[in-house]
């Protein structure tokens, strides 16, 4: 039966395709461990400044062009066979940046450790990606570097103190649920003085819990997914983030997303996403190029023999009153040289603008060229 483009992006959201390249380093006893990893550098430049000063208030320049280090990585996988149904698994991933040299250390992605089966499913405790971005919104990232846009993305929420389980294959359902911890440990006790202000502010030291749900179907080449991301607010209790942070907009994020495969060649995507429970205004205003209240996504991604062109359009709303909703969008292709290493380029324009439309064409567009190799 062939493998459609629908199920090769279902599989690489929920981190499988990681292992198309992987070599195995150990086989012995019932274990196997397999090394995987890919090298992607990029030349950039364009795109917007403004968005980011230092300590004394100067904008910093981010427009030039650059060489970078476009999210290399290396990973370990390892599982055991425990049984005939059960199988143990761990996973270990690296981030280097890898377009210098330098004496920082690595980051690390992700870290955890599981069992699945296929009667009962699958659990896995540690340091991973957000179960709704596995479900759902990762099949709608299809850019290499820049442009993708979600309210529950990998680190939303996620990475880190979590707990999920994923229900097996019900005749195209499944089900996905997911609880991230958030400890009280390492906070003033009873409160703090705020430096602002000079007041005392009571806090909760107690620790908590945000969690997220996802429910996907997936019918030939017809995909469904409704997701659930609490991403709860805990700035004002002593309780904290390990690893991803929560929606800067607010709590409550709800995805609904249909992908369907017209041909082998050929998929298209619709997502819609919104934050029903928005912070105060004056948070919002703090951080308002990032705190979208909804959008609307149109992916599509196009298999031409020897590499893929691709493109999305994401209209946003900002949850900032006064201003307008906003275009972004993203236009990439890629060329295969041989089965691990491919070359590619993007052209995106995410302009923050409070009067721009869809047919904006203007100095703000980033164009990033690169080249990739998996193994």
Known sequence: MKKTLLATAIAGALGVSAAAQAATVYDQDGTQVDVYGRINFGLTTGGLDGHNTDDQGRVI???GSEFIDVFSRFGFRARHQVSSDLLAFANMEIRPQLDRQHNSSPQIRNSFVGLTSDPFGTVRVGNFDGMVYQAITGLFEIQEYEGYTTLSGGATAARGDSIAYSTPDLEGFQAHVQAKH???NNAPMGGFTDPDTGE???VDNSSTQSWQSAVTYTWNDLFL???YNQSKDVEDRGASYDGGGANPAGEDVWVGAVVYDFT???RLGVKYEEVTDLHDQDRIAADAEDSIENMWTLMGVFDYGMGELYADYNRVRY????VDSGNRWTLGANYRFSQPM?????????DFDSDQSISDIDDDLRL???VRYDF
């Open 61 to 63: 320049k981010e427009s």
């Open 182 to 184: 958030l400890s009280g």
């Open 200 to 202: 005392w502010v009571e």
């Open 225 to 227: 997914g409704l997701g």
């Open 264 to 266: 082998p060649a050929f």
């Open 319 to 322: 949850a900032l009153d006064g």
């Open 342 to 350: 491919y070359v590619w380029a993007e052209v995106v324009d995410y």
């Open 368 to 370: 990033t060229v690169g």
